[in-house]
């Protein structure tokens, strides 16, 4: 996409998560190449584009942020911002001794890493395309010599500028992001108290529950004020007739936001799933029977 509409925002960050040896950094280091002049590659630290100073992103139609760490709480500003660079069109450049200016944003971002939950993913993302790399190929040396020798061919990137600017791309929709395995992984970690709580009450949230029920049974973690902005930007406040013997004339619901209720009924399919896993390995291992090993040495299972 970025190689037929040069300085045009795709609004998609790809992240790439697998372990070490499996090719993602021949991978981006070949796209970077192709796109010399116009790419910044190997950003290990993610404050160069969303610190004080994050002059880099000017004028890059691709960034590579390589061997990022989990993400932590810590970090949450860091994901704030990036989302910014991700979708804005325009970004506020500060660099060192220069006055700050206003620049065109035509910055595409690819992660890659080797652990689990490089970024933060919310529930209703639509940012992130995670895929996770085969290890199919990790100790085969002779195949990735044969890969590192075809790119050293003088050829070879004038042919792959071909081939991206023939490939046909006409029906391609970015906007509708392919829910992997590997994004729904880091959706699991990723989840806020408060996403917690309206999967763990969904039920009640799509019919309307009342305010005071909901302050009662908030997140430890979070302040009443915290729960309630946060609660207020993906729920619908609504107010309605109390019962006759409550003596209260009108009682406020929440009431989760229509276009939501798909991303959380997903999510707690997800969550049903792996709690029906955790039963059943849990019957398992109560099922274990210990046997007496008849040979000198220790109890074996069975």
Excluded: W
């Excluded at 919310?122 to 100790?139: F, S, W």
Aim: proline fraction near 3%.
């Amino acid at each position: 996409f970025i190689i037929q509409h040069p300085g045009v925002k795709s609004r998609v960050a790809i992240v790439i998560r697998g372990v070490q040896g499996t090719g993602k950094n021949t991978f981006t280091d070949v796209l970077c190449d192709l796109m010399a002049g116009y790419s910044a590659k190997n950003i290990t630290d993610i404050e160069e584009i969303t610190g004080n100073f994050n002059s880099v992103i000017e004028n890059k139609s691709l960034i590579i942020l390589n061997e990022l760490k989990n993400f932590t709480e810590q970090r949450a500003l860091n994901s704030n911002a990036l989302k910014s660079v991700i979708t804005d069109d325009v970004q506020r450049i500060n660099e060192k001794f220069v006055a700050r200016r206003d620049s065109q944003n035509v910055a595409n971002l690819i992660f890659i890493s080797n652990n689990y939950c490089p970024v933060k993913i919310e529930a209703t993302d639509r940012r992130y395309l995670v895929c996770q790399t085969p290890d199919a190929h990790r100790h085969n040396f002779e195949y990735f010599d044969k890969i590192h020798q075809a790119i050293k061919q003088a050829d070879f990137y004038d042919n792959l500028l071909t081939f991206f600017m023939k490939r046909d791309i006409s029906q391609a929709n970015l906007q509708v992001i392919p829910m992997t395995d590997a994004k729904k992984d880091i959706q699991k970690v990723s989840k806020s108290p408060v996403e917690n709580f309206v999967v763990k009450y969904l039920k009640q949230l799509k019919q309307g529950m009342e305010c005071n029920q909901a302050i009662d049974y908030k997140p430890k973690e979070l302040t009443e004020f915290q729960f309630k902005a946060q609660l207020k930007a993906i729920c619908d406040y609504e107010r309605k007739n109390a019962p006759k013997c409550s003596g209260m004339k009108k009682i406020g619901y929440y009431k989760l936001k229509p276009g939501l209720i798909q991303d959380y009924e997903s999510m707690k399919d997800e969550e049903n799933e792996i709690n029906d896993d955790d039963d059943n390995e849990e019957e398992d291992y109560i099922n274990i029977k210990i046997l007496p090993n008849d040979q000198d040495g220790d109890v074996i299972n069975q």
